[in-house]
């Protein structure tokens, strides 16, 4: 069933990040089902096994699932990416460093396949411009000097959460912090 469309190439599993575009091959085998048809939408969520699809028409499902094993009769094909990911608390990345832990937006959907290598040179203006530290968590130890031990969220230059006791609720407190950076 390839067919070819001059916005879309065909393409790896890992050549996929949240927010590109795909398209792919979905067998409707339904009470008069229409067999092999082309399904277009936006990948959500990316496992190691898997991507979650947004799909653009619903008429199958709103959200669909390519597996790695399935992937070629699926025929997956990657749209050309655009110019700048969606300013949204969605594209938020998280990288985990143990006691410190960094919410990114990064507007290059190239480099947000890697927020790690971002966060390592975030100064360096002409390699990442427009990346936008969203907030941070911060693990802070009594014996190191500090009145409490536990973890801080801070969302702003000004802006910092009470202690908090333990990292599962730092966490909770950072992704909070995260989609209200969003709706101010």
């Not at 360096?124 to 427009?130: F, I, K, N, P, S």
Request: hydrophobic share 35%; proline share 7%; net charge positive.
């Amino acid at each position: 069933m390839t067919t070819t469309n001059a916005a879309y190439k065909p393409a790896d599993f890992d050549e996929f990040a949240p927010g590109d575009r795909i398209r792919f091959v979905t067998n409707d085998n339904g009470y008069g089902g229409a067999g092999n048809v082309w399904r277009t939408g936006t990948v959500d969520k990316i496992t190691a096994k898997s991507l979650i699809i947004d799909c653009d028409d619903n008429r199958l499902g709103a959200r669909a699932r390519v597996r790695r094993a399935d992937w070629s009769s699926r025929e997956p094909q990657r749209g050309a990416p655009a110019g700048r990911t969606p300013y949204d608390a969605q594209h938020v990345k998280i990288v985990d460093d143990g006691p410190i832990v960094t919410a990114l937006w990064i507007p290059n959907p190239e480099q947000v396949k890697n927020p790690r290598r971002v966060l390592d040179n975030i100064t360096d203006r002409a390699l990442h411009d427009g990346v936008e530290v969203v907030a941070t968590a911060r693990r802070f130890y009594r014996y190191e000097g500090a009145d409490f031990s536990g973890w801080i969220v801070e969302r702003g230059p000004q802006d910092y959460s009470e202690p908090i006791p333990n990292k599962r609720e730092a966490m909770a407190s950072l992704r909070h912090s995260i989609r209200a950076y969003f709706q101010r």
